[in-house]
């Protein structure tokens, strides 16, 4: 086991804590359970803000701040910090699915549902559909998504796999996000693998490990849930401090799964930037304007009609805020040729990266260099609401751009760090790491780039 200094013997006394007072941690996620039930479902019970509405006065706007507002950006914020403790102690989905579990049919999983692209798929869908509706303004459009990926999260417990989490290691949106992030973390639960041998008795009794994780051989933070049920396993499992940067430098083709990559260059760098993007993109604005006037010059006006309803595309009358099926496919188009292109354009650069070290297998381990930046970019794009939402209350908040501008310059750095760092671990010539590099600084260039347009270029 690692050296026992006195900071990991803390952390191995919290983790083993955790399993014995497992008791405790159910009372925690169902109080989770019911204030994420509040959140969603109050809301859509109380009538829509009006513009002179203010965040102490209105309810509505209250749940939106802490569910938009603190929730998600420092949910993720705690992956990199703490790994996916959020999935396996706080998550409400996580929780419900595993308790719906311990009364369905318990039927083995499938082979359709194990396919590895659902976290990837799930995320692209979910990030396009709720920027049709517009999630983060209206509750209808909330409930509608988180609502219906909870009860999803319920039937597939109700079906598979008496006291698991199905729903959580393969079909839930975010938890490819998730295991990308968590790779940063600085604690996880490491497993000596020779003690787990040595130590086949006496031992505690074996743990329910909900997402149906082998422990014996369990590596890195990225799939594990950080639930602290195996904790003390045979003297050989303990909660301890890493490098934040270990798990990346130390994976390999053959430990990076393409769908992670993908999740990475496409959906969470390149779809999540349009996502966040587009309402304050002059490209945007250039592009629907150029369709609206063919439409016009064709006589289709139908197209830009705003007849479709509030599950479809946004429609609130009330509040002068609907989109016509124009906006629906400029959306659409816009969120696409986002992912598309700057998803491939980062690939390319990546993949001759590898080449230019003289290992293609190389690209893989070296996209997930990449990790920091897209981390950094779902933070700065969900905490914009954040301070969206504190700046109606007349906050001035002076302090956010440089905040933003020392956020993005340090995932830059990261980036470009690993990088360089998973260079010299391949020991090539320094001409060779030199290429390598370069193009490791333009991909991690064009992402901050792209963030630099959407808080200063366009602003």
């Known amino acids: 086991m690692p050296e026992l200094t006195w900071r990991n013997r803390w952390l191995q006394r919290a983790g083993d804590g955790m399993r014995r007072h497992a008791r405790v941690i159910r009372v925690v996620q169902w109080c989770v359970v019911l204030f994420y039930a509040s959140l969603l479902v109050i809301p859509v019970l109380l009538p829509l803000p009006d513009s002179q509405a203010r965040m102490l006065d209105n309810l509505t706007l209250f749940a939106q701040f802490l569910f938009w507002g603190l929730w998600w950006p420092f949910v993720l914020l705690s992956i990199v910090l703490f790994g996916r403790l959020w999935c396996g102690v706080l998550c409400p989905e996580g929780s419900l699915s595993e308790w719906a579990s311990q009364y369905g049919k318990g039927m083995g999983v499938p082979r359709w549902v194990r396919w590895g692209g659902w976290p990837t798929l799930a995320f692209c869908l979910t990030t396009l559909y709720g920027q049709l509706i517009s999630v983060y303004d209206y509750p209808q459009a909330a409930l509608l998504i988180l609502g219906g990926s909870t009860v999803a999260a319920v039937a597939v417990g109700l079906l598979f796999a008496r006291g698991k989490r199905i729903w959580c290691r393969y079909l839930c949106p975010v938890s490819g996000v998730f295991a990308l992030l968590a790779r940063l973390a600085p604690v996880h639960f490491h497993v000596d693998e020779q003690r787990w041998v040595k130590n086949a008795a006496p031992r505690l009794p074996p743990p329910n490990c909900a997402p149906l994780l082998d422990i014996r051989r369990l590596r890195g933070a990225s799939d594990c849930h950080a639930c602290g049920r195996c904790s003390g396993q045979r003297g050989a499992v303990q909660l301890i401090a890493r490098s934040s940067n270990q798990e990346i430098l130390q994976s390999t083709a053959q430990s990076v799964s393409a769908w992670d990559v993908r999740l990475l260059l496409f959906g969470v760098i390149g779809l999540a930037m349009g996502a966040f993007q587009w309402t304050v993109s002059p490209w945007f604005i250039a592009f629907k304007q150029t369709l609206a006037q063919w439409l016009v010059e064709h ?77 950094a970019g779902l933070f700065l794009g969900l905490s914009a609401t954040t301070v969206k939402l504190l700046r109606y209350e007349g906050l001035l908040l002076e302090w956010v751009q440089p905040a933003r501008a020392w956020l993005l310059l340090a995932a830059l750095g990261w980036s470009l760090l690993l990088g360089w760092k998973r260079l010299n671990r391949e020991r090539l010539a320094l001409p060779r790491r030199i290429a390598a590099g370069a193009c490791l600084s333009l991909a991690s260039g064009l992402i901050g780039c792209g963030w630099w347009l959407q808080f200063w270029g366009w602003a």
Request: no cysteine; aromatic share 14%.
């Open 299 to 375: 006589d289709h006006l139908w197209a830009l009609e705003d007849n479709a309803p509030w599950w479809l595309l946004t429609h609130y009358p009330q509040l002068n805020d609907s989109f016509s099926w124009l906006d629906g496919f400029s959306i659409i188009a816009y969120l696409g040729l986002s992912s598309l292109v700057l998803g491939t354009a980062l690939m390319i650069f990546m993949r001759l990266a590898a080449r230019l070290a003289g290992d293609r297998a190389l690209f893989w381990p070296m996209a997930l260099t990449l990790t920091p930046l897209g981390g």
